[in-house]
T-cell receptor
Framework: GAGVSQSPRYKVAKRGQDVALRCDPI?????LFWYQQALGQGPEFLTY????????KSGLPSDRFFAERPEGSVSTLKIQRTQQEDSAVYLC???????????FGSGTRLTVV | KQEVTQIPAALSVPEGENLVLNCSFT??????LQWFRQDPGKGLTSLLL?????REQTSGRLNASLDKSSGRSTLYIAASQPGDSATYLC??????????FGSGTRLLVRP
């Protein structure tokens, strides 16, 4: 596609609910990233995929967070047993390869109530 | 640990002014530096990418410079317009893939 597509745009979850956020990268982009952006802050790195391989998940805040990219294209970020502190905008980005510029999606705004 | 700082945190200027946004980073071992624009409730739009071997990049009314040795970058916006109002984020690529962001500068250009 022309850009990075994320869905849903907004998600309200009750505390304790599981959520799944989807990212459709630009076709042919090898690298895919997830970032978390708290209100008034810059995005913070969560995890990185090169094709289907998850090469770095050091930024995932806890074992409640899980990301996958099984066929090297679409990626899903899953959060289990959501907590209020998980409320943030979750941004996905893709890149042709390392060292190149990144294209970000519009993000999913998650609100945990 | 790489840290990125952006000054000022917020800026309000009248239309037509030239302005400079500042970004500093603590570790000069970077691959590249990227400036992004973020509109409220939206994702990030890439403005300029400067590779570590470059000193500056230009796009229209925007010019970004990079001084790796001093750990600084500036984004210069010429003849500002109300449509330039947004948050501007600086990010350094420190590990070949991981971007480390500043907290951004919120810019308001008054008509």
């Amino acid at each position: 596609g022309a850009g990075v597509s994320q869905s849903p745009r907004y998600k309200v979850a009750k505390r304790g609910q599981d959520v799944a956020l989807r990212c459709d990268p630009i076709s042919g982009h090898v690298s895919l990233f997830w970032y978390q952006q708290a209100l008034g802050q810059g995005p913070e790195f969560l995890t990185y995929f090169q094709n289907e391989a998850q090469l770095d998940k050091s930024g995932l805040p806890s074992d409640r967070f899980f990301a996958e990219r099984p066929e090297g294209s679409v990626s899903t970020l899953k959060i289990q047993r959501t907590q209020q502190e998980d409320s943030a905008v979750y941004l996905c980005a893709s890149s042709r390869r390392d060292f190149y510029g990144y294209t970000f999606g519009s993000g999913t705004r998650l609100t945990v109530v | 640990k790489q840290e990125v700082t952006q000054i000022p945190a917020a800026l309000s200027v009248p239309e037509g002014e030239n302005l400079v946004l500042n970004c500093s980073f603590t570790d000069s071992a970077i691959y590249n530096l990227q400036w992004f624009r973020q509109d409220p409730g939206k994702g990030l739009t890439s403005l300029l990418l400067i590779q570590s071997s470059q000193r500056e990049q230009t796009s229209g009314r925007l010019n970004a410079s990079l001084d790796k040795s001093s750990g600084r970058s500036t984004l210069y916006i010429a003849a500002s317009q109300p449509g330039d109002s947004a948050t501007y984020l600086c990010a350094v690529n420190h590990s070949s893939y991981k971007l480390i962001f500043g907290s951004g500068t919120r810019l308001l250009v008054r008509p």
